[in-house]
């Protein structure tokens, strides 16, 4: 497995501010992913976090909201960006170890609340 | 994409006894994998299993590819397998993106 840590673990924010989100690995990794869970929801991925590249989003999340860098194979970081109470959710980062096929881990999350 | 059903939505066992949560996904997938979100929200990693029957300690799973679903078993169940289980289905085609189920959410009383 890997070990995989997120910061913040949790923040309360104000409506029309931005938050950074930041998501490290212990090894290098090809594939990450960022997801976001709504209070009593399962989880919807918002994007995969390409390594030197744009990454690429699922239907319904942008990139002016949810800004993604990856500029290493073990970092990544998630924005979200004017902020509004809609976005308080919990924003997990995952990644797929190379060589294990496709079974994924996850980070321990952020759980973010927009007041 | 791939539809990935879980049943029951919600279970509440007494403290020992054994359940069953099922997992039923619409298409042929690369990998399964089962989940347990405790209260704290981390998803722990239960089972890798695309296909088969695995087994760790009180937990196991199988997975019927052909028929398209999945089964996690828990025996002796305990207070701290309270939380949400969800399974997650992945077909590489078009992309790579992994299909969460809505999950189960298991209260056990002592």
Redesign the interface.
Known sequence: ?AVISQKPSRDICQRGTSLTIQCQVDSQVT?M?WYR?QPG?????IA?ANQGSEA?Y?SGFVIDKFPISRPNLTFSTLTVSNMSPEDSS?Y?CSV?LNGK??????G??T?LTVT | GIQVEQSPPDLILQEGANSTLRCNFSDSV??L?W?HQNPW???I?LF?IPSGTKQNGRLSATTVATERYSLLYISSSQTTDSGVY?C?A?R?GG????I????TRLFVKA
């Open positions: 497995s594939m992913f869970q929801q399962s989880l919807t991925l995969t690429t699922e919990i997990l797929e096929g496709y079974e994924q881990y996850f321990p999350g759980r | 690369n990998n994998q989940f929200g981390q998803l990693n890798y969800f997650a992945l590489v992309g790579f993106k992994t969460f189920g809505a999950g």
